[in-house]
């Protein structure tokens, strides 16, 4: 039997009772949800105060958790602080500002009755080991739904890559050259080939296109030259 006690809350005895009330005798588990979940203000106080009762029970006594259950627990009454309120013609009423001393005992179930909820949670699928089950079925789950994200990733990417293949084909054939399909060998090669004919073919009938120029502006010159020497002839002449 384990016990932690708080002295000098700044609560009520009466209130802190009606607390109390609802966790004795119950096993520390759900003692700590009820606790959790109740709308009154000692509540706080009394859960901490069972936190407590239950670590001085794991670190003195070596007892787990798992089978404690809340074997006492009483509030006593503390020192009352008085206090008084003016009122009306001249009058003071007494405000009592009590405080109570709070204790809670842990114990240990029986083998037998340890044994006995061991079976009934089997039966229901409640307890450690059923919610062991569970975790261990939720991280299952979890570990599926990570790798079917990771390959629906995977599909993606390649699905980018075809996408982005295929628009490179377009262009290329755009550009009036054939591409091999993927997956042969020389692919590459041959694509580097046809790229360099057709740059060869441009840089071919661009060195025409300036030959032609040239050849052009020489005639010119050379028929501005045969004008000239007319012109000159003809005013010798006269």
């Given at each position: 039997?384990?016990?932690?006690?708080?002295?000098?809350?700044?609560?009520?005895?009466?209130?802190?009772?009606?607390?109390?009330?609802?966790?004795?005798?119950l096993d520390v588990?759900?003692?700590?949800?009820?606790?959790?979940?109740?709308?009154?203000?000692?509540?706080?106080e009394v859960a901490k105060l069972l936190d407590s009762a239950i670590a001085n029970a794991e670190h003195n006594d070596h007892i787990s958790s798992d089978e404690l259950f809340v074997h006492?627990?009483?509030?006593?009454?503390?020192?009352?602080?008085?206090?008084?309120?003016?009122?009306?013609?001249?009058?003071?009423?007494r405000i009592r500002k009590r405080t109570s001393h709070i204790t809670i005992e842990v114990s240990r179930y029986?083998?037998?009755?340890?044994r006995a909820r061991s079976e009934r949670e089997s039966a229901a699928g409640t307890g450690a080991a059923a919610e062991r089950r569970r975790r261990l079925s939720r991280g299952r789950r979890v570990a599926a739904s990570t790798a079917a994200d990771h390959d629906h990733d995977h599909d993606h990417d390649d699905e980018v890559a075809d996408e982005l293949e295929e628009t490179t084909e377009a262009m290329a054939q755009a550009a009036g050259v054939e591409t091999d399909a993927p997956g042969h060998g020389d692919g590459d090669a041959d694509e580097t080939e046809a790229?360099?004919?057709?740059?060869?073919?441009d840089a071919e009938a661009t060195d025409d296109t300036e030959a032609t120029d040239d050849t052009e502006a020489t005639d010119a010159d050379a028929d501005e030259d045969a004008t000239d020497e007319s012109g000159d002839s003809s005013k010798g002449a006269k």
């Open positions: 039997m384990t016990r932690a006690t708080l002295r000098y809350d700044q609560a009520s005895p009466t209130k802190v009772r009606q607390v109390l009330d609802l966790v004795r005798g588990a759900e003692a700590r949800e009820i606790l959790r979940f109740s709308q009154r203000a000692a509540s706080v006492a627990a009483w509030a006593d009454e503390g020192p009352t602080a008085k206090r008084f309120r003016p009122r009306a013609r001249g009058r003071g009423t029986s083998d037998d009755e340890l790229l360099a004919e057709a740059a060869g073919v």
